[in-house]
């Protein structure tokens, strides 16, 4: 028997959120199994697992949005309370989500006290709701945000400081963020940071999610290991390796391959297209204007076999780059040519047929259509090719076309034909780069690939990304804010302010002059690494 | 039990359990795959959540009337059902797409309108131009498609709110077949005109075999070819259509276009089955509302991407026998209508209770 032993030092005080001995299943998939994890006062709990381990599981079961099928949740020692009073749970946490919870026809003061607005007998008193929200915003130092405008208007990033203002305003002792990073920038980020550690000095009890292993190191007491849907380890970060926690995540033999496919990538078997290939991807004097960001005066090429990387912050310009070179962006002036095919802004069908394959930025909206079962999203790009003459779309022919996809990917699923709406974010971003690289295309145009998904799933869409340039000699456009994405990458354009600030040509790239150059702190000259 | 299974996790983390990790990945799958079968077999029971209602119905109607059980009431319900069931298989894949179309009532009665009022004697209050009753039938599914493919236009190319802009056009269409025979019945529809809501093979209506072949061809085409795909992907999720080279824009207004005409066709057999055009056909009856319920209880989602020919047809089945069992009791036409609507409302319910989330999307 092995203990599993949270909070050592704290032995004895009454949680002021447990979980004990949950179970969930949840529709085909069992969630969680036998899952017990407790909240102290005054510690960050860290709650790591790849996609599919049962994470948001258990943050919908201890925030009440679902009940457990056994086991129960208890807060300050007490049962919590039923799960229709909504009200209760809410006086007891506060649940930021990581899929955005804000209405974006509301204001953001609306939105930071929705269902919860000062006033008297139910009138909304909107002079305090406003000055209360000015004063959230800015003790949070998201001062960027103003209290009068509508969500609509706000970028994802800020939807989400919007969120985590409303979860702050409410003033909670016991907060949950559910992979509160995974839209924000580094000073953001770090902003982020501080003030959780205040938070948790201040005797607030947290749990944080999150795929990144660094930030829970850097902000949590101890954390806890979910692995298909049991609880696999529980300690202080304190005196816990980076290899222990991969490990415990992924199970031992997986982490393995991981770090294998990772070697083979930084190691030195380079590009073998590099040097003599034609251009796929000609860019010349693009401008575009973009509510992602906007792009100026930008010329790019990306060759055969060339795996080219695109970094930036976000706004910098780089997914909209990316969404004109897929046809989904319009553009100013200047052209795009993929094989010599010039493009047309705003038709991504025009850019599919010259070659294109595209892993849009946002899966959930672009990437796949929910209902629609793993086989047919798979295949979506290659109907053309599936079906007979007179249109005629045979379900066995588009499972054997999707097969050897699923396999490549390991997309894990009950089989082809699962919708895809029921998979875990990393199968279903899986999904995603199945239906670009169905087409075999000469360019592949990915935007942060590896978003919101474990380190496994993130190893692999690298690795076939990857061997996409390597033996196929296909272009690899790779916009990403994820550093880790650029060791497969044989060349990085740095953009900011929508211009090219830097070109690194020598991989392995040096993280700190990476992060110097997406961030600005290299002076604006071409840096050649 | 809790702490067991957690400590085996944690051991399993440790690699102390020899034999299990290299195949875990299949055994995730073997697991996956049997909770999955479990669910398909819940989901197959909840599409086939009506069948027992139908089955209760037909029992009832049996108890109420002793007429309910013959062939001839039987083929009656399927003449009456096969004009509102092609209108339904028009609606739905509207709905399919994400969209909505009010005015299908209105081309109902204003497709056969017109065609009728340029084929029929101007004793007949026709318009005098005596058209050759084939090219009328042609004018009929082009007044129909043009009507589609002018919603469908304005919709998608025009953004224009298709819930309003099909409202009005419905209202257009129901004043434009008043107003072109200036009110009055057209009767004396030629032999060509009404065979498809008339004629009768042995004992099935005609209207009824052509209804089942539209159900049954739009379901193939829904399931197995492409454009019944990209229709499916357009409503699940337009944007992930868009970015996988759909012509979105293309295969919304099809739909549109082959919704209007579906419709006219339904209104031909209308035409056919009470063997005139009244200015009342379509917009003045509601028909539109039926419409929609069928559709609705048979499991397509208003919302898109959700639900196929044999929900629709199921919903068709239902509520011709509601109203056909209606008629059999001698329920007091003032009463009908709320009764008509009750039945609606308790059969959603049903569907919603038994199917889960099937009418909801």
Known sequence: MVEIQQQPALVGEVPVAEAIGIHKQFGSTLALRGVSLSLHAGRCLGLVGRNGAGKSTLVSIMSGIVGPDRGQVRFDGQRAPDLADVRAWRERISTVFQHSMVVPQLTVAENVFLNSQPGRSGFVDWKIMRAETDRVLAEWGFSDVAAGAPCATLTVEQRQLVEIARALAAGRRCLLLDEPTAALERAEIRRLFDRVRALVAAGVAVLYISHHLEEVFEVCDDVAVLRDGELVLAQATVGLSKDELVTAMVGPDVAAMTTTARARENGTDGPEHRDHGRPCLVVEHLSAVSARGAVRDVSLEVRHGERVGLAGLLGAGVATLARAVAGNQSWTSGRIEVEGVALVPRRPDKALKAGVGYVPEDRRAEGFVRVLSVGENSTMTIVDRLASRLGVLLPRLRNAAARPLADRLSIVSAGLSQPVGELSGGNQQKVTVARAVATAPKLVVAITPTRGVDVASKATLLEVLSSLARDQGTGVLLATDDLDDLVICDRVVVLRNGEIVAEFTDPPFEREALIGAIEGLLGDERATA | ?361
Not at chain 2, 26 to 45: D, H
Not at chain 2, 145 to 156: D, E, Q, Y
């Open chain 2, 1 to 361: 039990m809790t702490q067991v299974d957690s400590d085996k996790g944690a051991t399993g983390a440790g690699g102390a359990e020899p034999g299990t990790e290299p195949g875990s990945r299949t055994a995730v799958e073997v697991a996956l795959q049997r909770s999955y079968r479990q669910a398909r077999a819940v989901s197959l029971v909840r599409e086939a959540a009506l069948l027992p209602v139908l089955v209760a119905l037909i029992i009832v109607g049996a108890l109420v009337s002793p007429v309910f059980f013959t062939v001839s009431n039987f083929s009656g319900i399927g003449l009456q059902a096969s004009a509102l069931g092609v209108t339904v298989v028009g609606e739905s894949l509207i709905l399919l797409i994400g969209g909505m179309d009010l005015s299908l009532e209105g081309t109902y009665g204003f497709a056969p309108m017109l065609a009728a009022w340029l084929v029929v004697p101007v004793a007949a209050f026709g318009s005098g131009a005596d058209l050759n009753p084939h090219l009328g039938l042609l004018v009929l599914l082009l007044a129909g498609a043009f009507v589609g493919l002018v919603n469908g236009t304005a919709i998608v190319k025009g953004r224009m709110n298709g819930f309003i802009w099909t409202l009005g056009m419905t209202i257009v269409l129901a004043g434009l077949q008043n107003g072109i025979p200036k009110a009055q019945t057209l009767f004396a529809l030629p032999r060509a005109f009404s065979y498809l809501g008339s004629a009768y093979w042995g004992q099935v209506p005609f209207s009824l075999v052509f209804t089942a072949v539209i159900f049954v061809g739009v379901g193939l085409f829904l399931r197995y070819h492409r454009g019944g795909r990209a229709i499916y992907a357009v409503g699940g999720n337009a944007e992930a259509a868009r970015a996988a080279g759909i012509n979105v824009d293309r295969v919304k207004i099809s739909v549109y276009v082959a919704g209007g005409t579906l419709a006219a066709l339904g209104g031909l057999m209308e035409a056919g089955r009470v063997s005139a055009v009244t200015g009342q056909q379509g917009y003045q009856e509601g028909v539109i509302f039926t419409v929609f319920a069928a559709a609705v209880i048979g499991g397509v989602s208003l919302l898109g991407g959700k639900g196929n020919m044999v929900g629709a047809a199921t919903g068709v089945a239902l509520l011709s026998i509601v109203q056909n069992i209606l008629d059999l009791a001698n329920v007091s036409s003032y009463w009908i209508e709320a009764i008509d609507g009750a039945v609606i409302l308790v059969a959603l319910m049903m569907t919603r209770v038994i199917g889960g989330k099937a009418s909801q999307g």
